[in-house]
């Protein structure tokens, strides 16, 4: 069935440090692609979406290019915050009757001053 | 206050008590989701409703009981609550299914002891 996979974390970094997420995908044809981003404390809530292939989703600072070819959706950020600190979900859609989300097991990040 | 909320935000709870988590959004949205999150799995979907006094199970029902009488909540019950639902619990919502971009609540984190 339709997967998405994360790489592990917590990633650690110093504050204006170049961030990179990975996030690949299982999926039959080509689905709309998610991040959600979870602060402490709080629920998730969207930070960015592509809609389909090569398209580029960006928000915040936060930029995700849709590759078809890899199957990836990369998190990135060119200098990343304290407050930025949080757990990031790759999700792409379930495409069954639910309307659910199929989510990655999310990678924190921590950024330190 | 406007939004989705959970309550309470932390429960502790014996083996084979029966506990509800209560969720309630201000927006009208017709549609609702009960998601738990587990390390290393992501959220998966436990329930979902699509308007008042329609619902359906998601991927990981067992042990679990929805309602949904009035559009604004959507309670979730564990009828005789087991050490493996252990879980942080988010309520999610949204007006249109099909953009996948849902509003999650705080989050119940409930421990069963």
């Known amino acids: 069935g339709d997967s998405v996979t994360q790489m592990e974390g917590p990633v650690t970094l110093s504050e204006e440090a170049f961030l990179t997420i990975n996030c690949t995908y299982t999926?039959?044809?080509?689905?709309?692609l998610f991040w959600y981003v979870q602060y402490p404390g709080e629920g998730l809530q969207l930070l960015l979406k592509?809609?389909?292939?090569?398209d580029k989703g960006s928000n915040k600072g936060f930029e995700a290019t849709y590759r078809k070819e890899t199957t990836s959706f990369h998190l990135e950020k060119g200098s990343v915050q304290v407050s930025d600190s949080a757990v990031y979900f790759c999700?792409?859609?379930?495409?069954?009757?639910?309307?659910?989300?199929?989510f990655g097991s999310g990678t924190r990040l921590l950024v330190r001053p | 206050d406007a939004g989705i909320t959970q309550s309470p935000r932390y429960k502790i709870t014996e083996t084979g008590r029966q506990v509800t988590l209560m969720c309630h959004q201000t927006?009208?949205?017709?549609?609702m989701f009960w998601y738990r999150q587990d390390l290393g799995h992501g959220l998966r979907l436990i329930y979902y409703?699509?308007?008042?006094?329609?619902?359906d199970k998601g991927e990981v029902p067992d042990g679990y009981v929805v309602s949904r009488s009035k559009t604004e909540n959507f309670p979730l019950t564990l009828e005789s609550a087991t050490r493996s639902q252990t879980s942080v619990y988010f309520c999610?919502?949204?007006?249109?299914?099909?953009?996948?971009?849902?509003?999650f609540g705080p989050g119940t984190r409930l421990t069963v002891t």
């Open positions: 927006w009208s949205h017709s549609y």
């Open positions: 999926a039959t044809g080509y689905p709309s």
């Open positions: 592509a809609t389909k292939a090569d």
């Open positions: 999700a792409l859609p379930g495409m069954d009757s639910s309307y659910k989300l199929i």
């Open positions: 409703s699509a308007a008042a006094d329609i619902t």
């Open positions: 999610a919502s949204t007006w249109d299914r099909t953009s996948y971009e849902q509003y």
